[in-house]
C-alpha cells in the first residue's frame, strides 16, 4: 500500500523556469510533509516542510503548497538552476509513528 | 544546520565477513535514528528504527539477525552486516531525527557503498 505517492518518475525543465513536482496522499492522519533532494551516492538533503494545518510554506527558491482536500501537495522551485538537478523525495510523517513514509522520487534535470 | 556523519563512506570486504558502519549526530541529539538502503534507482527502504537504549524495530522481511544494531548512546547508532554475502552489497544510508523538533524532519548521513566480492 503506497501512501505517498510520486507518479512521475522523472521530469525535464529548463534553466531559469519553475520546476514543480507534484506528490499525492492517501492517510488523511499525516501531520507533516516533506521534501528532499538526493544526489546520486549521497544521502538525502532536508530541504523544505509544512504543517498539515498550513497551506504554503517559502524559503528562497523553494515553495510548497498543500492542498488537503485534494490530499495534494507540490514543490515548486523557481528559477530552476543547474543544480537542482538531482532526485526529489516527497515524504509525510504523523507524530503516531515513528517513521517518514516515502514517495518513489521524482528524477529532475534542469537543461542549460 | 542538524549534521549527520556516517563512516565509513565505502567498504569492500569478502563474503563471510562483517562490516560495521557507523552513524552519528554531530550537532544535536538524536532520540531515534533509522537505518535505510536503496538499490539502484529505488526509493529509499526503511530497514529498522532505533531508539537510544532500547532495541531497535525492524520492518517486515528484514533479518534481525543479520543486521545489527545498536543505538547506544544519543549521537551514535551502529550497523553492524554479519556473515555478508553478495547480495548484501548495497547503499547504506542512516538518519537521525532531532527530538526536540515535532515535524519528524530527519536528517540523512551519506551513505555507505557496501560492496561484498
Known amino acids: 500500500d503506497q501512501q505517498v505517492k510520486q507518479n512521475s518518475p522523472s521530469l525535464s525543465v529548463q534553466e531559469g523556469r519553475i520546476s514543480i513536482l507534484n506528490c499525492d496522499y492517501t492517510?488523511?492522519?499525516?501531520?507533516?510533509f516533506l521534501w528532499y533532494k538526493k544526489y546520486p551516492a549521497e544521502g538525502p538533503t532536508f530541504l523544505i516542510s509544512?504543517?498539515?494545518?498550513?497551506d504554503k510554506n517559502e524559503d528562497g527558491r523553494f515553495t510548497v503548497f498543500l492542498n488537503k482536500s485534494a490530499k495534494h501537495l507540490s514543490l515548486h522551485i523557481v528559477p530552476s538552476q543547474p543544480g537542482d538537478s538531482a532526485v526529489y523525495f516527497c515524504?509525510?510523517?504523523?507524530?503516531?509513528?515513528?517513521?517518514?513514509?516515502f514517495g518513489q522520487g521524482t528524477r529532475l534535470t534542469i537543461n542549460p | 544546520g542538524a549534521v549527520v556523519s556516517q563512516h565509513p563512506s565505502r567498504v569492500i570486504c569478502k563474503s563471510g565477513t562483517s562490516v560495521k558502519i557507523e552513524c552519528r549526530s554531530l550537532?544535536?541529539?538524536?532520540?531515534?535514528m533509522f537505518w535505510y538502503r536503496q538499490f539502484p534507482k529505488q526509493s529509499l527502504m526503511l530497514m529498522a528504527t532505533?531508539?537510544?537504549?532500547?532495541?531497535?524495530?525492524?520492518e517486515q522481511g528484514v533479518e534481525k539477525d543479520k543486521f545489527l544494531i545498536n543505538h547506544a548512546s544519543l549521537t551514535l547508532s551502529t550497523l553492524t552486516v554479519t556473515s555478508a554475502h553478495p547480495e548484501d552489497s548495497s547503499f547504506y544510508i542512516c538518519?537521525?531525527?532531532?527530538?526536540?523538533?515535532?515535524?519528524?524532519?530527519?536528517?540523512f548521513g551519506p551513505g555507505t557503498r557496501l560492496t561484498v566480492l
Open positions: 538518519s537521525a531525527r532531532d527530538g526536540l523538533v515535532g515535524s519528524g524532519t530527519q536528517y
Open positions: 492517510n488523511s492522519m499525516f501531520d507533516y
Open positions: 509544512i504543517s498539515s494545518i498550513k
Open positions: 515524504a509525510a510523517y504523523f507524530q503516531g509513528a515513528q517513521k517518514l513514509v
Open positions: 550537532d544535536f541529539q538524536a532520540t531515534t
Open positions: 532505533s531508539n537510544e537504549g532500547s532495541k531497535a524495530t525492524y
